[in-house]
């Protein structure tokens, strides 16, 4: 079975750009743009740790499991 990367959701009504989602990710998924907003520059390095969510004082992101993803038997 494939695991499939967790899905991160960024309320940007709720988030007031602090960057301390990006400070704690300890892959980088998680960066700031020029707008200083944090958006998810690498879907595929998030490991999933809820860091991010966690660390939030603003409950602005919601990390969602990643789902076993069967494979194709031949």
Known sequence: MKKIAPKIDIYRAWCKNCGICTA?????ALQINAEGNP???NPGA????RLCE???PDFAISLKDGENEKRESS
């Open 54 to 56: 966690l660390r939030c």
């Open 39 to 41: 958006y998810l520059a």
């Open 46 to 49: 998030c490991i999933g740790c």
């Open 24 to 28: 704690f990710c300890p892959s980088k």
